[in-house]
C-alpha cells in the first residue's frame, strides 16, 4: 500500500511592536507549542523596530517586505499579535490568494473611540509635536510620555518615532469587510491595551470570523496563556 503524504501547513506568525532585542527569545515558548502541532512555523522579527530603519516606514513598506519574505510559500496561515495583526489585516486582504486562514491575537489597527483613549491620543500628540521644546529636561520628557502611556515612543529613535505616527494613522477599518477567508480572533477578557470590544467589532466586521475569549487574559496572552491560544489555533486550521 502506498502511504500518502501528508500535507505540510505553513504557518507565518508576526509580533507587534516592540523595541526589545530578545523579542525572538519572548515568543520561543509558543513558537515550540506550535511547532508541536505538526505546522511548520515561520517567524521574522519585523524590520524597523529592534534596529532604527535608516527612513520612517509605513504600513505599505511593511506589507511589501513579508510579501518578499513569504515569496516562496504557495498558500500559508497568518497570525499577527497586536501590531502584527494589523499587518496581518492589511496583507491578507491584498493578498487572499496566498492566506488559507487568519489568525488575529488582540491586534491593533483601529482606533478606540472611548474617551479615555481619546484624551490619551490628545496627549500623545502634544508631546509628539511638543514634547522636546516644553523641557531640555530628558527625566521630565519620560515623565510626561509615561504619563501618556508611550513609553515606547519615548525610547525609539526619531525614524522608529515616524514609523509609529505612520502606522497609528493607518486604520484598517475598510479592511476588514473585505476580508474573504476563514478568520479566528483571539481576545484577552482583560486587555486594556486594545479592549474587547474592539475584538468583538472587529470579529462582526469580518464575513468569516469567528471571536473566541481568552478568560483572565490581557493583551499579551501569546506570552501568559500560550497554551490556549495555541490550542485555539490548532483546532482552527484543522477545521481549514
Do not use: C
Amino acid at each position: 500500500m502506498v502511504k500518502l503524504k501528508t500535507e505540510i501547513r505553513h504557518l507565518v506568525v508576526l509580533h507587534g511592536w516592540t523595541l526589545d532585542h530578545n523579542v525572538v527569545t519572548k515568543w520561543q515558548p509558543i513558537l515550540e507549542l506550535l511547532k508541536k502541532t505538526g505546522l511548520k512555523v515561520h517567524f521574522w522579527p519585523l524590520p524597523g523596530l529592534a534596529q532604527a530603519p535608516e527612513k520612517p516606514l509605513t504600513l505599505s513598506d511593511y506589507v511589501a517586505w513579508l510579501e518578499n519574505k513569504t515569496k516562496t510559500l504557495d498558500s500559508f496561515f497568518l497570525l499577527g499579535h497586536s501590531f502584527g495583526g494589523q499587518l496581518a489585516i492589511r496583507f491578507a486582504r491584498l493578498n487572499s490568494n496566498k492566506v488559507r486562514g487568519l489568525i488575529l491575537v488582540d491586534n491593533s489597527g483601529i482606533i478606540d473611540p472611548a474617551f479615555t483613549k481619546v484624551i490619551k491620543r490628545l496627549v500623545f500628540r502634544t508631546l509628539a509635536k511638543a514634547g522636546k521644546t516644553l523641557t531640555k529636561s530628558p527625566t521630565l520628557r519620560r515623565l510626561l510620555y509615561r504619563f501618556a502611556r508611550e513609553t515606547d515612543y519615548y525610547e525609539a529613535s526619531p525614524t522608529q518615532q515616524a514609523t509609529m505616527r505612520n502606522i497609528l494613522a493607518d486604520e484598517i477599518k475598510t479592511d476588514l469587510p473585505q476580508l474573504k477567508i476563514p478568520t479566528l480572533v483571539i481576545w484577552g477578557e482583560a486587555d486594556r491595551v486594545t479592549p474587547l470590544a474592539l475584538g468583538r467589532k472587529i470579529a462582526q466586521t469580518i464575513p468569516q470570523a469567528q471571536l473566541k475569549i481568552l478568560p483572565n487574559a490581557r493583551h499579551s496572552a501569546v506570552y501568559t496563556h500560550p497554551e490556549a491560544v495555541v490550542d485555539l489555533v490548532e483546532k482552527f486550521i484543522k477545521n481549514n
